[in-house]
């Protein structure tokens, strides 16, 4: 099955103009929708393509090609998707993942907040429980295109402990301040979310109070980290096409740039480099696929490697073009902004060597006993 290699063909071009202008164009969500690739790995019964982990992969690799936010549309819709699919009552599943895998709703995930980012245990939003509804109160930030979602995937807290409820945007209490001018990303609509005291049906609440981090939240994090990661290959792949382009094709002093040994080297390190960071997220494919336990951790890796690769093959991709490559419509310009986003989100840089590093060791018996941030943030 060969995923959105045809719309992705087709919308490459456009992508500049999205990003200058700040947002998606409907049609082009729509095309998506129509495609059926907002939730692709969804099974059939609730209008998905039953696409596997490795072809889930390749559809965020072809799409982190054209625009990052066009691939954080696939990852926002998937993450709620994903996480209803695995933790919503049927009657969730049946309400909520047909209308989700045909885009009749847009979706996102509200999660981040002004002090909880790394670690969402800091949490403060307020879910209150009563009778047979719930309030939502608090106020969410950075919402890949919060602007334009039609339903938010809230993490809050009931009685001190996580829960994960659905919100509706055109509930009463629902207002949203669009993000613009961002440092990457920036046709993804992000918007800040304020609830206060939101109205919703209990039935909306996603698993019983206390499993609303550890498993409704880090399961749609976790899906979100595996299309990131792909993403962030398809980034770094593009990037090396253009430099390689254009240094066979540009000449100084009458002798090709890609004649210089200083160029040819920096693109073997960079064809080096994202051919491992494929590898790497296909391994995490497989495991995904096969349901070991151990896919989360190798997710980990792979989002790790592939977001590293994306921002140097992006910076030395910049260095070969020079002036073309910093000029406004430059797609290398574009994934160097919006690479160094994918070192942030889905699990910083640094957070990730912490969890690597803590798998790497446990067999030997050591454990951190440092509190420190888990791999936990908000999706791109």
């Given amino acids: 099955m060969i995923l959105g290699a045809e719309l992705a063909d087709r919308l490459r071009g456009d992508a500049a103009a999205w990003d200058a202008r700040g947002e998606l164009p409907a049609e082009v969500v729509r095309a998506v929708a129509g495609a059926g690739l907002l939730a692709a790995d969804l099974p059939a019964r ?30 926002v819709q998937g993450m709620v998707s994903a996480a209803l699919l695995r933790w919503g009552t049927a009657a969730q599943r049946e309400r909520w993942l047909p209308a989700l895998a045909g885009g009749e709703l847009l979706a996102a995930f509200a999660a981040t907040e002004t002090e909880a980012g790394s670690d969402l245990t800091a949490v403060t939003t307020s879910v209150e429980v009563h009778g047979d509804h719930i309030t939502v109160t608090g106020e969410k930030r950075w919402l890949t295109f919060g602007e334009i979602a039609d339903v938010y995937l809230v993490l809050g807290r009931t009685g001190g402990r996580p829960a994960a409820v659905l919100v509706e945007a055109d509930r009463p209490g629902v207002t949203r301040r669009p993000v ?82 200083l160029v ?36 980990v890796v792979a989002k790790y490697a592939a977001a590293r690769t994306a921002s140097a093959v992006a910076a030395d991709a ?53 509190r420190r941030p888990e791999l936990r943030e908000e999706a791109a």
């Fill in 264 to 299: 040819r080297s920096l693109l073997a390190r960079a064809a080096v480099d994202a051919r491992a960071a494929r590898e790497l997220c296909l391994r995490a494919a497989r495991l995904r696929e096969a349901g070991d336990a151990a896919a989360i951790t190798e997710t």
């Fill in 318 to 370: 910049v260095q070969v073009l020079g002036a073309s490559g910093c000029a406004p419509d430059s797609t290398v310009g574009r994934f160097y902004r919006d690479s160094k986003i994918m070192e942030i989100i889905e699990g910083s840089t640094q957070v990730s060597e912490l969890h690597i590093a803590d798998h790497l060791l446990r067999p030997y018996g050591h454990h951190t006993g440092r």
């Fill in 46 to 75: 609730y209008g998905g393509l039953g696409a596997t982990p490795a072809e889930l992969g390749e559809l965020c690799a072809r799409l982190g090609a054209v625009c990052s936010s066009l691939r954080g549309l696939v990852t």
């Fill in 180 to 261: 613009r001018g961002q440092l990457g990303m920036r046709a993804g609509q992000l918007a800040h979310v304020r609830f206060d005291h939101v109205r919703v049906e209990r039935e909306n609440l996603v698993a019983p109070a206390g499993f609303g981090l550890s498993h409704v939240a880090a399961h749609a994090l976790d899906h979100g980290r595996f299309t990131v990661a792909w993403g962030c290959v398809g980034m770094a792949e593009a990037c090396l096409h253009e430099a390689a382009e254009h240094a066979a094709g540009r000449s100084q002093g009458g002798v090709a740039l890609a004649e210089h040994q």
